[in-house]
């Protein structure tokens, strides 16, 4: 089993940075494929990024791509999503998502996260 812990929400002003981490646990959390999905006001759930589990293969969503950061510590088996320029249409929840496959922005993984409250106002 896998167990997904994300920290690092919070409110933000306009043009802010957070960073957000996704700490996994379990047998196989060191190669795993990791994803940030969220959920946005009036929106489904929608991909955000992933990285894979040798941390070399990395995509974003359009609308993330040079403001947005994903990262993994193997050490520590945590992935980081670095956020900066952050606009109030970047509020909404959170989730890390984790599979022993690949995701996709149309294919989620089987794990998740309880997620993370991003709020982006001023």
């Known amino acids: 089993q896998v167990r997904l812990v994300e920290s690092g929400g919070g409110l933000v002003q306009p043009g802010g940075s957070l960073r957000l981490a996704c700490a996994a646990s379990?047998?196989?959390?060191?190669?795993?494929?990791i994803a940030w999905f969220r959920q946005t006001a009036g929106k489904e759930r929608e991909f955000v990024a992933h990285?894979?589990?040798?941390?070399?293969?990395?995509g974003y969503q359009g609308s993330v791509r040079g403001r947005f950061t994903i990262s993994r510590d193997f050490a520590k088996s945590t992935v980081y999503l670095q956020m900066s320029s952050l606009q109030p249409e970047d509020t909404g929840v959170y989730y890390c998502?984790?599979?022993?496959?690949?995701?996709?922005?149309?294919?989620?993984?089987?794990?998740w996260g309880q997620g993370t409250q991003v709020t982006v106002s001023s």
């Open positions: 379990g047998r196989t959390s060191s190669s795993l494929f």
């Open positions: 998502n984790a599979d022993e496959g690949f995701i996709s922005p149309v294919r989620a993984g089987k794990y």
């Open positions: 990285i894979d589990g040798s941390g070399s293969s990395i």
